[in-house]
């Protein structure tokens, strides 16, 4: 069963703390991404990873970081977040070499 | 600035009636062209794909329309059903290229 999950569905912070989104998936897709999703602006990319501790920026990086250490699974951490970062986020997989990308779920984040 | 802009920005068809996103884009090197579907609550999901070597591409009710020389494309959705409400979302990404520019969205709702 091919699937993308996130963890958690739903975070409620406080300005300035510390967030950590996880995203796993089971079909050892090589290629993974973080995306936010905001009213009237459509799915934005973050940080596309092509697999392992290779990881680039996105079209809107700033304010995030990522780490993969393993191929499953691939984190997108924001270090005292802001309330600007309100948004839905969306980590995504596809196998190296084919342009299908399969969506997790989201994880509807709120910044206070 | 936008490279793929979709239009309306929300429609309403009656059930049994043909369903028209439309969608333009910038970048002469985008090649492969993804329209997702999104239902309130979920990830997209691919729907169905053009590359710009086609003019058409069909899939079940739901019709590409790509024209290269114009830079658009058009989403034909035959017989819509209530199932079909959805937001709508093309894309578009260079060859051999994993980024994926998204649309900003058509919100359909397709009434019985």
């Known amino acids: 069963d091919m699937k993308v999950t996130q963890m958690p569905r739903y975070l409620i912070k406080r300005m300035g703390e510390n967030v950590l989104l996880e995203c796993g998936q089971d079909?050892?897709?090589?290629?993974m991404y973080w995306y936010r999703q905001d009213p009237g602006l459509g799915l934005q990319l973050i940080y596309i990873s092509y697999d392992v501790d290779s990881n680039s920026e996105g079209d809107i990086p700033k304010g995030y970081r990522v780490s993969r250490k393993k191929r499953e699974h691939f984190s997108l951490i924001l270090d005292s977040a802001k309330t600007n970062q309100t948004s839905v986020y969306f980590c995504?997989?596809?196998?190296?070499?084919?342009?299908?990308?399969?969506f997790g779920p989201g994880t509807r984040l709120t910044v206070l | 600035q936008q490279q793929v802009r979709q239009s309306p920005q929300s429609l309403t068809v009656w059930e049994g009636e043909t369903a028209i996103l439309n969608c333009s884009y910038e970048?002469?090197?985008?090649?492969?062209f993804p329209w997702y579907q999104q239902f309130p609550g979920e990830g997209p999901a691919l729907l169905i794909a053009i590359r710009s070597v086609s003019d058409k591409k069909e899939d079940g009710g739901f019709t590409i329309f790509f024209n290269k020389r114009e830079k658009n494309l058009s989403l034909h959705i035959k017989d819509s059903q209530p199932g079909d409400s959805a937001t709508y979302f093309c894309?578009?990404?260079?060859?051999?290229?994993?980024?994926?520019?998204f649309g900003t969205g058509t919100s359909l709702l397709v009434d019985p």
């Open positions: 995504a997989s596809s196998l190296y070499g084919n342009y299908e990308q399969y």
């Open positions: 894309a578009a990404s260079e060859a051999m290229g994993y980024k994926l520019t």
């Open positions: 970048n002469s090197a985008f090649d492969y």
């Open positions: 079909m050892s897709h090589e290629t």
